[in-house]
């Protein structure tokens, strides 16, 4: 039997085809197998599942990440390097100046905030309840330039290590 604790503050809701997780950043509604049977003690705050193979385990550790969102959130960090790039919020979208002739713009998803903090480099900070959405939106953001090998300019994650390539040589 397959178990997991559920925080107090984390309200549970469920039927056959879906269950709904509602927390103190928001409610996640997710889709179920009605083949999934799932059993909640409001005594204990224990939901467990019957049968133990690889598909109800994985759907546990769904539902684990689906409460973490829910009662604490989740972020991802992008750097933004380059001379003169630069990034705004302008109501519902994020505006970029990143080496272009034009300024990119980039429609937030809903759900997702975006803040920017400048201290040392630009750096933005991607926070969300849905781990899905919040790696969703920091791919997109990222691949709108990603990082050059030669010089390292573009958007990469905060934990990414670009290997730096050798340019050309001349023979002098």
């Known amino acids: 039997m397959l178990q997991l604790n559920i925080p107090k503050n984390i309200k549970l809701l469920y039927s056959e085809n879906w269950i709904q997780i509602e927390g103190p950043l928001g409610i996640i509604k997710k889709k179920k197998s009605p083949f999934i ?5 409001l005594e204990t705050n224990i939901l467990s599942i019957e049968n133990f193979n690889k ?11 689906l409460i973490w969102g829910v009662s604490k959130g989740f972020y991802m960090k992008l750097n933004i390097v380059g001379v003169g790039f630069k990034a705004a919020i302008i109501d ?5 100046k990143i080496g272009f002739s034009h300024i ?16 040392k480099a630009l750096t933005l900070i991607i926070f969300g309840n849905d781990l899905q959405k919040v790696t969703q939106t920091a791919a997109e953001i990222r691949n709108l330039k990603p990082v050059e090998p030669y010089k390292g300019k573009g958007i990469k994650y905060s934990k990414e290590v670009v290997k730096k390539k050798e340019g050309k040589k001349t023979n002098v």
């Open 55 to 65: 598909k109800n385990h994985f759907f546990l550790s769904i539902l684990n990440k």
């Open 37 to 41: 049977k799932l059993n909640f003690n």
């Open 92 to 96: 519902t979208n994020l505006q970029l």
């Open 104 to 119: 990119v713009n980039y429609k937030i998803p809903e759900g997702i905030k975006i803040s920017i903090s400048s201290q």
